[in-house]
């Protein structure tokens, strides 16, 4: 088989702001009044769910922050169903191709795409939803389909905000890891994520510290074995971190941290730190629109439909438990024809 699209970077992808085959080159303007389906979120779930939601004719846009989600961080994806190994830029660059080529198909499919626009709000009145923009758009539609993700969590230490500004604190070793060249790196955090992490440092960094709360490393079997073998590669067990240390440039130069039950915090120095240690839903901007559990994820059930009658959730927004690409890709594709389904009956 063929692989060489995935190392081809997306044509042009930024410049396009939407684009719908009725209406090729008109602006997004032309998207009508009342759309058929808006979807929040461009990952895996979203960009799934505008790939269907157009096909099965829906007039769709896709309202997106960013264009990729969190698979942009991944160095190496190897569960992608049909690519054995590709980077998460890679996928993003191929799903957006699928995307892309919609519009070229004499009008067939309705989709517009607004990329770096974040809803603010979504309300439902009578059978109409609205949802408002940052800059204070309001686009109007039948059905909803939320798929916006979830954030990298902070440890609320004093400090971050600066030492995020300097880049000597990261989350994304695929955006910053070429950062660390030569340098002495602290992961905090001890599942998949801290160990793709390190793997990728791997390649940069003098040396990686991996710093876990508990007594092992959580994550697959296959890249623990790398991680516990890999000669640049440290693994403090059992920690606790109390605090940043930055120098006077805002840079992080030591991490405060208790390793070991009952010990006392010590100061241990490296040139920056990633935090690995999960990831928030981005649904606090829905407020109580919607039912979500005790975590903020967003409560569905196997058609992925919320609380909210024509309101649809997938991904890792919602209360599933296995936050992969290839499940949140699968639920974007159950709630575009669930979506669909309500279109055209008017009720689940
Ligand atoms: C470092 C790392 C490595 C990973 N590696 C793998 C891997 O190898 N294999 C795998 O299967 N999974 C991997 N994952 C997990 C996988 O990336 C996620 O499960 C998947 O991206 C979730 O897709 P999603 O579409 O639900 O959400 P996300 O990917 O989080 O995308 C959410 C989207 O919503 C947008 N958004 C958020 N709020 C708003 C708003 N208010 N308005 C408009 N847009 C909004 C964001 O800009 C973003 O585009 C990895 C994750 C990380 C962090």
Known sequence: ?????????????????????VCVEKSVDAAPEVLDCI????????????????????????????????????????NWTGVQHATGQELVDVFMQ????????????????RRGAFVESLEKSNTIFTATLKNGEVIRSKTVTIACGKTPRT??????????????????ATSDAPLYTGKNVMIIGGGN??????????HYAKSITIATNIDHLRGEEC???????????????NTETKGLELNSEDKVKAVVMRVGENAEAR??????????????????????????NKYGEIVVNKRCQTSVAGCFAGGDCTDQPHKQIVVAAGEGAICALECHEFVQHGSV
């Open 1 to 21: 088989m063929d692989y060489a699209p995935l190392r081809k970077p997306h044509k042009d992808w930024n410049r396009r702001i939407s684009h719908c085959p």
């Open 39 to 78: 979807i929040i979120g461009g990952g895996p779930a979203g960009i799934t769910a505008a790939v269907y939601a157009s096909r099965r004719g829906l007039s769709t846009m896709m309202i997106t922050g960013d264009t990729g989600g969190q698979m942009r961080w991944s160095a190496d994806v190897q």
């Open 98 to 113: 699928h995307i892309d080529s919609l519009d070229s198909q004499n009008g067939v499919f309705p989709l517009w795409v």
């Open 155 to 172: 440890l609320g230490l004093t400090g971050e905000n600066k030492a995020r500004k300097t880049k000597t604190l990261s989350f994304s």
């Open 193 to 202: 994520s801290a160990l793709d992490i390190a793997l990728q440092l791997t």
């Open 223 to 237: 890249l623990r074995q790398k991680v516990l073998n890999h000669d640049k590669i440290t693994v403090l067990y």
């Open 267 to 292: 100061t241990i120095a490296c040139d920056g730190v990633f935090y690995a240690i999960g990831q928030t839903p981005n649904t606090q901007w829905l407020g109580d629109f919607l039912e979500k």
